[in-house]
């Protein structure tokens, strides 16, 4: 069992940055996969980033490539995602996903765990 809570979501410029990060509950955290997701008003839940148990594995969307980036510390079972370079389209509610395994995968329905979100909003 794994419970996610995400922080660090707020209101910035565009072209600004800002860092959220998961802080994560229960003894098996470097066993889980972890991803980011978001969801804009009206829109479906997206994949943003996702990293695996290691570290040593991460996927990202086109759309935050070169943007974004997740890492992990697994000894403060947390995981965070650097943002730059924001844009009005990246406002959204922020999601922190765990996955029992090692692999990161780019579907909602893959992940078990979800935290309760942040608001992220860029204005332009």
């Known amino acids: 069992q794994v419970q996610l809570v995400e922080s660090g979501g707020g209101l910035v410029q565009a072209g600004g940055s800002l860092r959220l990060s998961c802080a994560a509950s229960?003894?098996?955290?470097?066993?889980?996969?972890m991803g980011w997701f978001r969801q804009a008003p009206g829109k479906e839940r997206e994949f943003v980033a996702g990293?695996?148990?290691?570290?040593?594995?991460?996927k990202y969307a086109d759309s935050v490539k070169g943007r974004f980036t997740i890492s992990r510390d697994n000894a403060k079972k947390t995981v965070y995602l650097q943002m730059n370079s924001l844009k009005s389209e990246d406002t959204a509610v922020y999601y922190c996903?765990?996955?029992?395994?090692?692999?990161?995968?780019?579907?909602?329905?893959?992940?078990?765990?979800w935290g309760q979100g942040t608001q992220v909003t860029v204005s332009s």
């Open positions: 996903a765990a996955r029992g395994g090692t692999y990161v995968y780019p579907t909602a329905g893959q992940y078990n765990y």
């Open positions: 229960g003894r098996t955290f470097s066993s889980y996969a």
């Open positions: 990293i695996s148990w290691s570290g040593g594995s991460t």
